[in-house]
Nanobody, 125 residues
Framework: QVQLVESGGGLMQAGGSLRLSCAASGRTFSSYVVGWFRQAPGKQREFVAAITRGGYDIDYADSAKGRFTISRDNAENTVYLQMNSLKPEDTGVYYC??????????????????WGQGTQVTVSS
């Protein structure tokens, strides 16, 4: 079992950039698929991006493609989400999640995910 702690959120003007970090505890972190989700006020939590254990498979939501980059450093037990060209609609609480899965394809709907506490991202127009 891993524990996840997000950081890096904040207030940014539209067009700016932020990098979120998801630090994990646990020696088996490298065996987990890890992803980012976000929840805007009054909306359901939605998938943003995910990366497999070795970093070879990556998946993005359409809203993130071309602007966001997910990466991981297993030696540092950390997954990053680089967010560029931020828009006001990117505002929300960003959550890191991890699941012990063999591939990325079932990650979004997997029930057994470990979640972090979330970090707030606010993008002003």
């Amino acid at each position: 079992q891993v524990q996840l702690v997000e950081s890096g959120g904040g207030l940014m003007q539209a067009g700016g950039s932020l990098r979120l970090s998801c630090a994990a505890s646990g020696r088996t972190f490298s065996s987990y698929v890890v992803g980012w989700f976000r929840q805007a006020p009054g909306k359901q939590r939605e998938f943003v991006a995910a990366i497999t254990r070795g970093g070879y498979d990556i998946d993005y939501a359409d809203s993130a493609k071309g602007r966001f980059t997910i990466s991981r450093d297993n030696a540092e037990n950390t997954v990053y989400l680089q967010m560029n060209s931020l828009k006001p609609e990117d505002t929300g609480v960003y959550y890191c999640a991890a699941a012990a899965l063999p591939s990325i394809y079932s990650f979004v709907n997997a029930e057994k995910k470990t979640w972090g506490q979330g970090t707030q991202v606010t993008v002003s127009s």
